[in-house]
């Protein structure tokens, strides 16, 4: 699946069984709770936190689903074509950071 039949499929599915599209600053909150969900798995799985009861039977893959999904939304509501802004982030940070990593003392 490309990322713009991704948008074409989640505004469907929004226009469909989800009735309509949250607004943008309720969708925005929502993605903020995502992000926070994904952390936490992330910090207990990578990190130094241990797993709790619930958090059982959840998975990094479907948390990072989940915020993909409300991006997607936000995108498709204010009218960002996430392929082409993407491609235009790759080129920025070609441009900008050509070789800033390469001279990185941290990252040798």
Same mark, same amino acid.
């Given at each position: 699946?490309?990322?713009?039949? *991704?948008?074409?499929?989640?505004?469907?599915? $929004? %226009?469909?069984?989800?009735? @309509?599209?949250?607004?943008?600053?309720? %969708?925005?909150? $929502?993605?903020?709770?995502?992000?926070?969900?994904?952390? #936490? /798995?992330?910090? @207990?799985?990578?990190?130094?936190?241990?797993?709790?009861?619930?958090?059982?039977?959840?998975? $990094?893959?479907?948390?990072?689903?989940?915020? +993909?999904? !409300? +991006? $997607?939304? +936000?995108? =498709?509501?204010?009218? !960002?074509? /996430?392929?082409? *802004?993407?491609?235009?982030?790759? =080129?920025?940070? %070609?441009? #900008?950071? *050509?070789? #800033?990593?390469?001279?990185?003392?941290? +990252?040798?």
């Amino acid at each position: 699946m490309t990322i713009q039949e *991704a948008q074409q499929q989640v505004d469907q599915w $929004i %226009n469909t069984t989800g009735v @309509r599209y949250f607004n943008e600053l309720t %969708n925005l909150g $929502i993605l903020m709770e995502e992000v926070g969900e994904l952390s #936490r /798995l992330m910090v @207990r799985q990578y990190g130094e936190q241990s797993f709790k009861e619930s958090d059982k039977g959840k998975e $990094i893959s479907d948390e990072m689903a989940d915020v +993909l999904w !409300v +991006l $997607i939304c +936000l995108a =498709n509501q204010t009218g !960002v074509n /996430l392929t082409e *802004a993407l491609e235009k982030n790759f =080129n920025k940070k %070609n441009i #900008r950071d *050509a070789e #800033r990593h390469k001279n990185n003392e941290k +990252l040798k």
